[in-house]
């Protein structure tokens, strides 16, 4: 069997954590001039630190969801709450993560992150996900 490339298995991880629509969708809107940026995301993000053993997709998640909640990437946090879907984080996981960011990284992170949480899982739960 061949051995896969950084980027074949950045993408088969990424689309494990994202889903397939997701990754198609990011695929389609792709240009030329971020062609580049989403090979390094892919190989770097995906093929290299979210496909090390070590943490569970689970883990990961959660980390990465106090990560952006800390830093206020707010459409990256709404994208890794709805990526829990695929990776086994709970909404108490979630809600655990999301308590420890109000602590290390300020209270108002942490509320505007909840807001969002909030809002992704009621969409979840309205679609009967």
């Given at each position: 069997m ?5 980027y ?10 994202l ?32 496909s ?34 695929n ?6 996981d979630i809600?655990?993560a ?6 290390y ?13 909030r809002?992704?899982?009621a ?7």
């Amino acid at each position: 069997m061949a051995e896969t490339t950084l980027y074949d298995r950045g993408m088969a991880t990424r689309r494990s954590v994202l889903g397939d629509a997701h990754v198609d969708n990011a695929s389609a809107k792709m240009t030329e001039f971020d062609a580049d940026f989403q090979q390094f995301i892919t190989e770097g993000a995906w093929g290299s630190v979210w496909s090390r053993p070590g943490l569970t997709k689970r883990e990961r998640s959660m980390i990465t969801l106090a990560l952006l909640a800390a830093l206020g990437h707010d459409e990256e946090v709404a994208m890794h709450v709805r990526a829990t879907a695929n990776t086994g984080a709970t909404p108490d996981d979630i809600k655990e993560a999301l308590l420890h960011v109000a602590v290390y990284a300020g209270v108002p992170a942490a509320n505007r992150a909840f807001k969002i949480a909030r809002e992704e899982l009621a969409k979840r739960e309205g679609n009967g996900q």
